[in-house]
């Protein structure tokens, strides 16, 4: 009987582990504008260049 439960608990934790990581897959990131879409205009200065050789 203690067994099951154990399962069960360790299921449905695993369940919200799934469950959270696809939430934060398709949740919107905050892009430092109200919108949080990323269509904010970025000041690319500020982003180290690759130079190629």
Excluded: W
């Excluded at 069960?8 to 696809?22: C, D, E, I, K, T």
């Excluded at 109200?34 to 200065?45: F, L």
């Amino acid at each position: 009987m203690i067994e099951n439960i154990i399962i069960g608990v360790v299921f449905l934790g695993a369940l919200v582990y799934l469950g959270n990581m696809v939430r934060k897959q398709f949740t919107a990131k905050s892009a430092g504008c109200a919108k949080g879409c990323g269509t904010c205009q970025v000041d690319m200065s500020k982003f180290p260049t690759v130079k190629e050789q």
